[in-house]
């Protein structure tokens, strides 16, 4: 069985930092794509960064990067998410996904606060 656990979320102060963590189990982590989502109060959900497999190569949306750095650490089977210099703006509950066979899994998600 997939499962994915998110934690790390917080509350923190504008200008601050926080690292999350994805830890996955019941596939070989090593072998996929693992991104990061995360949703505001109503709005969409939206992609924020994501890891390839192989070389780790990563990709960010234009409103975190520079700020946010994803790595994997494939021994720990864990997906990891700097934040730094946080903004208000990035208050959301962030998920973790991975595509398993065609299929999306999600984690529980962990909430972001930031405040200004």
């Known amino acids: 069985e997939v499962q994915l656990v998110e934690s790390g979320g917080g509350l923190v102060q504008a200008g601050g930092s926080l690292r999350l963590s994805c830890a996955a189990s019941g596939f070989i982590f090593e072998y996929y794509v693992i991104a990061w989502f995360r949703q505001a109060p109503g709005k969409e959900r939206e992609g924020v960064s994501c890891i390839t497999r192989s070389d780790g190569t990563t990709s960010y949306a234009n409103s975190v990067k520079g700020r946010f750095t994803i790595s994997r650490d494939n021994a720990k089977n864990t997906v990891f998410l700097q934040m730094n210099s946080l903004k208000p703006e990035d208050t959301a509950v962030y998920y973790c996904?991975?595509?398993?066979?065609?299929?999306?899994?999600w984690g529980q998600g962990t909430q972001v606060t930031v405040s200004s």
């Open positions: 996904n991975v595509n398993v066979r065609y299929y999306n899994y």
